[in-house]
């Protein structure tokens, strides 16, 4: 019997830094979260068709192989995105916006 070559682990990085499950644009840290929260493989699957159970399978292999780095990076990305957050919410257009859509919807819920 001939073994299959080493699996080769599904995640890319582009520019920005962000890992990306196989050539989607599910991010590496949508997986571990869902992991971490409890979900299967298969659930996973259900909530992103992009992606393949077996990306899946071998992302989260990885991730368990990895924990601290992939943590690491997670922990990185989530602090990058509550800077930008705060960098958007900051825009006098982006408090304008949104005082636009909170009239709108505080007229929808008076009728």
Not at 24 to 44: H, P, Q, S, W
Request: cysteine-free; proline content about 3%; charged content about 25%.
């Amino acid at each position: 019997m001939e073994l299959a070559q080493t699996m080769v682990i599904p995640l890319t990085e582009n520019e920005d830094g962000v890992i990306r499950v196989g050539h989607t644009r599910v991010r590496l840290d949508t997986i571990v979260y869902a992991f971490n929260d409890g979900y299967t493989a298969e659930e996973i699957v259900t909530q992103y068709p992009a992606l393949n159970l077996s990306d899946i399978y071998a992302v989260i292999a990885y991730y368990l192989g990895n924990r601290a780095a992939i943590d690491r990076y997670v922990a990185e990305r989530a602090e990058i995105a509550q800077a930008l957050r705060g960098e958007t919410e900051a825009k006098p257009e982006y408090q304008a916006f949104r005082q636009q859509l909170l009239k709108r919807r505080d007229a929808m819920q008076q009728r």
